[in-house]
């Protein structure tokens, strides 16, 4: 006999699909009036491309020996400027019940063993 696990849902990820091709489709029919809605597409597509190449792709190396190389550790003003603070990915993975706020202090004290573990930070000089 065959699950039908997903076929419950299979009603409402179609509607789903149908309502975001057909959102599109209006975005596209209103550029002739106004480019609002268009630019508000874009922009939606985009962040839903970019989140998940900020937020994952950008901070681990899966090639990594082990679970400690295998998040990159950022350093610097730069990186701390454009993340609002949330660079210190290596540190959360390691103490994720550490606050944001004491993520900067919490790498500060852990430097110097990531250092002996080889760990070097990827730096952007300004």
């Known amino acids: 006999m065959q699950s039908n696990r997903g076929g419950k849902y299979r009603v409402l990820i ?25 630019l508000y597409l874009c922009l939606m597509i ?31 003003k730069f990186f701390s400027m454009i993340a609002f603070d949330h ?8 103490y994720p019940m550490v606050p944001h706020k004491n993520w900067p202090k919490l790498a500060e004290r852990l430097d110097d063993y990531f250092e002996r573990q080889g760990i070097k930070p990827v730096e952007f000089k300004i």
């Open 14 to 38: 179609l509607t789903e699909g149908v309502v975001i091709v057909v959102l599109i489709a209006i975005c596209i029919y209103t550029l002739q009036f106004t480019y609002v809605p268009f």
């Open 46 to 76: 985009s962040g839903s491309w970019i989140i998940p190449l900020v937020t994952s792709y950008a901070v681990h190396t899966p090639q990594g020996l082990n679970e400690l190389h295998q998040t990159r550790l950022f350093r610097g």
């Open 87 to 94: 660079l210190y990915h290596l540190e959360h993975h390691l």
